[in-house]
């Protein structure tokens, strides 16, 4: 064993002695050197294959140029929309097809007009407001209620008012109010009623009215509407008048009915522009009264005491008039 220890130490002996030995031969560098440095990495240099550069696609408009591999060489080839897809794009989309399902249901006859119901009316008929408003074959989608309110209105003022309704398929209702006439004014060879609010409008069907006037002439005239119109433009406000039947007044239709129980039994009464209301006489001579009847009962004594006057003179006058309670007068002669 002693032997074997001295030949592991005889061997580490010659290990230390080759080590030394190496160090004494290496030559000594300087301090700073190169040769202390650590080696840069060496790398296996990559080789790579030529390839050609993606042509670039130039766009005008609508013509792209695609360029060849020739030198200055290109294709000319229509060029497709760049589309840009956002909300802008979508609703556009959208209302035109609405708008074309819009203009497909119009053109379906399912779609039009061919009667219309009437909701208020005891003396118009639905015949007749459809041979003085042109709706039969309209598409109800182009249906305009108020126009058709105001056209309905100006075409029958019988009516106070006028309201229309519609749905689908085609159905269009009217629901009117009809004006109550008060009174029968024959003139000349027409004949108009009258209604509480002075209101004129043709004679069209059966209703029993409370009293009848045979006039020479239009009844007073009501005040006059004008209806304000402004010009883009100038901005100014100018006013037009309203067309329509020659109105009166309601104080004149209270005179009326006011003087329909004073009329002498078979008698009609009767109205003149110059001389107002009146009745002839059962003894053949004209009376008036004047538009105001206010003073009825005063002008009515009035015409007693008149009229006994004439008796006892023996006159038989032709017109005796009351229009004015301080000044009233008799004429021979009309």
Known sequence: MA????????????IRARRQQSRN???????????????????????????????????????AYVPLKKKGAELQVPALPNL??????????????????????????????????????HRLSAEAVLSQVDLVGSSIITVEP????????????????????????????????EREPLILWQQDTSAHW????????????????AQTVTANGDPPPAPEIFTPEVD???????????PGLPNTTPEFVQAVLS???????????????????????????????????????????EYQTIIGALEKQNITPALISLEFLHAPYYRLEQ
């Open 84 to 121: 840009q897809f956002g909300w802008r794009l979508v609703s556009g989309a959208v209302f035109l097809l609405s708008l074309a399902v819009v203009i497909s249901f119009a053109s379906l006859s399912a779609f039009q007009i061919s009667s219309i119901g009437l909701r208020g009316a």
């Open 259 to 301: 003087l329909s129980t004073y009329i002498p039994e078979g008698t009609a009464l009767q109205f003149d522009p110059r001389f107002g209301l009146g009745w002839r006489d059962p003894n053949g001579w004209l009376v008036y009264f004047g538009r105001d009847t206010n003073n009825i009962d005063v002008k009515l004594t």
């Open 232 to 242: 883009d433009e100038t901005g100014e406000i100018s006013h037009l008048l309203e």
């Open 25 to 63: 031969q290496a030559p000594k560098l300087p301090l700073g050197s190169s040769a202390t440095r650590k080696p840069k990495e060496q790398r296996a240099p990559v080789t790579r294959r030529p390839t050609a550069p993606t042509p670039v696609v130039t766009r005008k408009k609508h013509t």
């Open 3 to 14: 032997k074997r220890q001295q030949d592991e130490m005889s061997r580490a002996e010659r």
């Open 146 to 177: 108020d126009k058709i309110e105001t056209m309905v209105q100006d075409r029958f003022p019988s009516l106070s008012s006028v309201r229309v309704s519609v749905s689908l398929p085609a159905s269009l209702t009217l629901q009117v109010v």
């Open 194 to 209: 009258i209604d509480a609010e002075g209101v004129m409008f043709p004679v069209f069907g059966e209703a029993e009215v």
